[in-house]
């Protein structure tokens, strides 16, 4: 019996060790072999991916643990799922960052901005990132703010990528986005940064909209706050609240400016898109048709109209008679 149970709690722990800890070894040598920055990177990360950080204090000579900056804590998943996966920290960030105490002078580095990468590179073109540039430079944001406001109010340089390419799944393209401009805009934290007014209230200034929380969740912010582009993917003009969308026929018609905004892309990949092609836009009325309904409706009033029809000959008769 002992003989039983030892050889019981061995495969119990083999097992333990198989499900936890090799699929985590499994990643971490996926992670090395799959990015060439990889190994370099956990130089930072062994200290900037997790919210503690160790370090040996020579002037008392001993260990200590502290505390990271919250603002400064990297999530690796993130990272290596993001559109900048493939660099090194120290392509954005000085070189001087390898040495640890990191220089007081370097919390002054300027950050890189789009354009120092992005700008004039053929390799990007097709994203025509100049106009991206110009768009946002006429956008409200920038208007207001000027160059206090960067790219990187919006687009974390760490987690960024761009989900408005993915046709797989629009629902998690609509809440990615959204999260985005919620980030500031439902954060007075983050909104103060560059301003000492109140954050308004989103659900108090949207609620004019019909429906509100079926609103936020199919459709993206900026369908109704940017001027639409033909020539980027994803509009960066964001207009004043004065012009914002709100007129239900912009959005609920054949014609819908969604074809241009949020379907923008499977329009592209398709040639066309119409919405009475897909049966999960149900709510959009006006832009999408049900034939079965269409079809249900008609029987249903020429029902009506033969019954009216039949009522009328019927006291026709009996007043003849």
Not at 153 to 163: A, D, E, G
Not at 191 to 214: A, G, K, M, R, S
Not at 276 to 297: A, C, K, M, T, W
Request: proline residues 3%; glycine residues 4%; aromatic residues 12%.
């Amino acid at each position: 019996m002992k003989k039983k149970k030892t050889y019981i709690i061995f495969i119990r722990s083999l097992l333990f060790f198989l499900l936890f800890f090799c699929p985590k070894l499994n990643a971490q040598e996926q992670t090395t072999n799959t990015f060439e920055y990889a190994e370099e990177n956990q130089q930072c990360l062994k200290c900037h991916g997790h919210k503690y950080y160790n370090y040996f204090n020579t002037w008392i000579e001993k260990m200590v643990r502290e505390r990271m900056n919250p603002y400064f804590v990297i999530d690796s998943a993130e990272f290596y799922q993001s559109n900048h996966r493939n660099f090194s920290c120290v392509d954005c960030h000085s070189s001087d960052y390898r040495k640890f105490p990191h220089s007081g002078e370097l919390r002054m580095e300027p950050r890189a901005g789009c354009m120092d990468c992005h700008g004039g590179d053929e390799t990007y073109a097709k994203f025509n990132f100049e106009q991206i540039d110009e768009e946002f430079r006429n956008s409200v944001h920038f208007s207001k703010y000027s160059d206090e406001f960067t790219c990187w109010m919006c687009h974390n340089p760490h987690s960024y990528k761009t989900s408005a390419r993915n046709n797989e799944n629009l629902q998690k393209t609509i809440e990615y986005d959204n999260n985005i401009c919620l980030s500031c805009h439902a954060d007075i934290s983050e909104y103060q940064l560059l301003t000492t007014l109140e954050n308004p209230n989103i659900l108090e200034t949207h609620d004019w909209l019909p429906n509100q929380v079926l609103h936020f969740k199919n459709v993206r912010c900026i369908e109704c706050h940017t001027q639409i582009s033909n020539n980027v993917l994803v509009a960066h003009n964001v207009q004043p609240k004065e012009k914002a969308v709100k007129l239900c026929t912009e959005c609920h018609s054949q014609n819908s400016i969604l074809k241009e905004t949020l379907y923008k892309y499977q329009k592209e990949i398709s040639g066309k898109f119409e919405f009475s092609q897909r049966e999960d836009f149900p709510h959009l009325i006006g832009g999408n048709r049900i034939y079965l309904l269409n079809l249900v409706s008609i029987i249903i009033f020429l029902i009506t109209l033969g019954g009216v029809g039949i009522h009328i000959i019927l006291r026709l008769i009996n007043k003849s008679t």
